[in-house]
């Protein structure tokens, strides 16, 4: 009796199966989106300090600002740094002294020596480094940031979608990069934001 | 006394006289008497199977046969002993279900072919919606024959000869694949097909 | 009993013998029939022939737009044996709640509408599918989920010359076909839908997946 009811069950529950097959047939469809960060300067990523008195301060604070593009899901790090030219050639500029981060500009009429873009980044004297100034970075707006000292740039978070970051340079100088031997003219650093840690 | 003997004699030969049929050749009686016998012939279908089904697949069928007894004290000039058939068409009513090699057509019997269809499946070609061909085969029991033949009188038709034999049974079966081209599971609706078979013994 | 009685009596019963076949009188049997009928059963076999192959997205400037790189075709076969035929097309894919219908747009004969992918790794939810395929999609508001153009076209192999019917039924299209043997051909390729497209939809594998099928799933 037991193995007649199981052999029922079974006929019953092979009945509904079939009953409940219908014939289907499907394709999938597959596209893969890349991965996507486009950053471009909204305005000039070269900042020009022009000394026009014996303070070394400027008449107005400078800025340039970013757009950044992402289509990851997750916050991309970018790295922000600057850049100025001595007679080592293209060298990096950010450095952090007393808690706050600056950047060296070097003068464009006659290009200093490497050695006075590192006594100015050492915090060395006002006259160890004739030709290079330092001005604060004074916020860094539309991303979070964090100065990596050990890199001597920003790390700048910018999330899913388009960010615009904008980076403000303080007009007052700082006092023990600016001497008699930094002369009245144009001075120059250079930003740069990219996803790369080059 | 006398007269009761002739009574049975006369019962005897009536006996034997309508008893030929079953008992013929056979003489009970020396004394033969001449009479003018007609020649007679019964044909019954003995076993069949007559129904099955196709696979929609591959054009298969579960099989089909059929065996029929031919007795007959007549011979091939006294009878023609056929065997015809006949399929439905939309357009043409009952038509022969012969086809090469007289193999069998079958129809839809709900979406009826038209007789171009029909024409088409005999000839073994592939526009033949709702008409599908099987091999048939036909043997029958020594000493008659049978053959697939073209007759002016009948059509196509399987003819039998019984080269005087008095008693055969015809066996046809039809073929479980189908005849190539004549079976599409795109030209072929689903549903019943038939063709009809039939043994006849014509007096002539 | 006497023999004229006899008589009778036997001529009765071998008349009656012999009524069994033929004996040229007017009961007798030369002919017999047999009707055979092979009975041809419903037949219905749907089957994807080809496979559409996989494909990469190019953007547009800033992410402006998506073009599909390689056109993705796939081939659907239908084979049927009944008179009348249904069966229909439906699109899917993956959101948060399983499976989303995604086929929307159809033209009049159903032979260019729209389908939307949605990402595989962490599926959407089903709202940012219905905010497009409702007819009015607003950019933003369907994060993970773009669409593109489908394009559906069938072609008779078999049977006889009657034609297929294409119906939009609600959220799938609906097939009615003579017996026989049609493909179907189903080719995505170009660029994102309007307002389909943006930043929000992030970067990895998108999926859609088409299914014929005989019954209204």
Partial sequence: MNIFRIILSILVCTISALASYAESARMDFNITLPGYVRIEPVTSPVLVANITDRTGNLYAP?????????NSKDTKTLYLQANTVTDGGYENAMFEQGGRVY???ANLAKIPKSQSLANCKLGGQPKDSPGVVAYPVTSI????????????KYEVYAGNGTTYVTVNVGSNVLKNSFASNDPKGFYQAVLSLTEADI | ?????LIKSLILITTVLIGTVQAYGYAEVEQSVTTDVQPSVAISKITSQETGSINPANGVNTGLSASFKLQTNGTDEDYDF???SSILS????EVSAYGQNGCLLFGNTTSLPTVTAIENARIGGNENRNVIAYPLTMGITNPMSVGFTNSTQYGDCWAVKVNNGTEGTLTQTVGQTPVVNTYSVGQDEAGAYRATVTFTAVSK | MKITKLLPITLALLLGATGVYAAGGADAQSQDTAVYTLNLADYLRIATETEPNASDVSYGTEYSSATIDTAMTGVFKVISNNRTQDFYLVGTCPTAAGTTKCLYGADGDCKNLKMVFTKIDVPPAATAVTNITGGSPTTGENPDAIAFPLTITPNREDGPDESLSATWDTDKIKYTMNNGIETF???VSGSNEAQTFSTHDTDGQYQATLTMTETAL
Avoid at chain 1, 141 to 152: I, L, R, T
Avoid at chain 2, 90 to 93: A, K, L, S
Wanted: hydrophobic share 40%.
């Fill in chain 1, 103 to 105: 950047i060296a500009f």
């Fill in chain 2, 82 to 84: 056929i065997v015809t």
């Fill in chain 3, 185 to 187: 051909t189903c080719t």
């Fill in chain 1, 62 to 70: 400078m800025s340039s600002k970013f757009r950044v593009i992402s």
């Fill in chain 2, 1 to 5: 006394m006398k007269n009761n003997n």
């Fill in chain 1, 141 to 152: 707006s539309g991303a979070d940031s964090k100065f990596v000292v050990s890199k001597g």
């Fill in chain 2, 90 to 93: 939309m357009d043409g009513g």
